[in-house]
């Protein structure tokens, strides 16, 4: 500011330079005064502080304010992706009423216009995928052995995805290193038995967690369990060939035939274990067609047996995937036995032909003797 004789000069004169300005003039005569109402227009300029990103998560809230200077003084107001929010100076966002995008704030007079961005982002949990329906996904997923498995964990929006198996991180399983994982997929080209249970996505961000479960099912032919004949023994005596016991294989073919010995009045008893899923139907069936159904249970019990018991016993078991067999062979030892009375009187004339039978059941086949008494 400068005073001279022809007035006074202000030099780049600022807002707060505005303001009334009085020249007064005095002799010995009189005064006089001369008043200047000095306005200073200014263009709106925004002075508060804003963050050009934010990130609001679940509980979060933000306060802003779009304020300046300027002259005439600017009328603020805020803007969401270009249209008017609030016609205010502040601003209010909560977590629940937020959405993602660019938030303005505006300052404008005659003079001009002011403006300054702020993006928000307002976070979300992992959200399900569009058209997925997951309300039954506890029913188990029943998968034929051999067949290729495929799970999709159905979230988007999330920084990392965790699989599990039975409640354990699916990489503590040393025995499943065929499982493998591709993007949001678990994928098994050959299931087993082994890879059946619960299998669980967790995905996670910053905002929240989320999860997704499906239980797997591994659906298997019938399995008989092959017992050795030493176990055997226990369950019908000590009736299982011998030469069975030299001659086993767990890896025989499960139609071969268990040679079981007995003696006429003991007890046949035979236990069947089979396993499969779903669970197998389990059957006894006699002789070589499998015609006649003995047992409908998994147990074939024959009391007090006799030669007539001699015969095929064959253990079925079933199910939707196929059947499952295995064969005993039952021969009962039996002391000789006369068909009719042991002892009988014959009256012959001289001359006739005389012709004398011994017949006889045993098992094994008896040698025979004829003796005459002098």
Not at 233 to 245: A, K, P, Q, R
């Amino acid at each position: 500011m400068q005073i001279t004789n022809e007035g006074l000069h202000i030099s780049n004169i600022s807002y707060t330079q505005a303001g009334i300005y009085s020249c007064v003039l005095e002799n010995d005569h009189g005064s006089l005064q001369k008043v200047h109402y000095v306005t200073v227009r200014d263009a709106p300029k925004i002075t508060s502080s804003l963050e050009p990103h934010l990130t609001l998560l679940p509980n979060d809230t933000a306060r802003f304010e779009c304020s300046g200077t300027g002259s005439p003084p600017p009328n603020a107001s805020w803007l969401f992706n270009g249209t008017t929010l609030v016609p205010e100076q502040s601003l209010y966002l909560a977590y629940g009423n937020a959405s993602t995008g660019t938030y303005t704030c505006l300052l404008e007079s005659s003079e001009g216009t002011d403006r300054q961005n702020m993006f928000v982002n307002v976070l979300r949990p992992p959200q399900r995928v569009g058209g997925t329906n997951y309300t039954n996904s506890l029913t188990p997923l029943k998968v034929r052995a051999d067949d290729a498995l495929v799970l999709a964990c159905p979230f988007e929006n999330f920084n990392s995805l965790l699989w599990q198996l039975n409640e354990r991180n699916l990489e503590e399983y040393f025995d499943l290193t065929d499982v493998k994982l591709k993007e949001n997929m678990l994928i098994i080209d050959r299931i087993r038995s082994r890879h059946q249970g619960t299998y669980t996505c967790v995905v996670q961000n910053r905002a929240g967690t989320d999860r997704q479960s499906f239980v797997v099912g591994v659906l298997t032919p019938p399995t008989i369990h092959r017992t050795h004949p030493e176990e055997l023994s226990d369950e019908y005596g000590n009736g299982v060939d011998s030469d069975w016991d030299s001659q086993w294989r767990p890896d025989r073919p499960i139609d071969s035939a268990v040679e079981v010995n007995l003696l006429s009045g003991e007890t046949l008893q035979l236990l069947c274990q089979a396993s499969g899923s779903p669970e197998p139907n389990v059957y006894w069936n006699r002789g070589a067609d499998m015609a006649r159904i003995v047992s409908q249970t998994s147990n074939l019990t024959i009391p007090n047996v006799g030669i007539h018991h001699t015969d095929l016993y064959t253990c079925v078991a079933e199910n939707e995937l196929g059947k499952s067999t295995q064969v005993y062979r039952l021969d009962v030892m039996t002391a000789p036995q006369f068909y009719d009375e042991p002892v009988q009187s014959i009256e012959v004339f001289v001359g006739d032909d005389l012709q004398l039978d011994c017949e006889m059941q045993s098992n094994p086949p008896a040698s025979y003797q004829w003796l005459k008494e002098e």
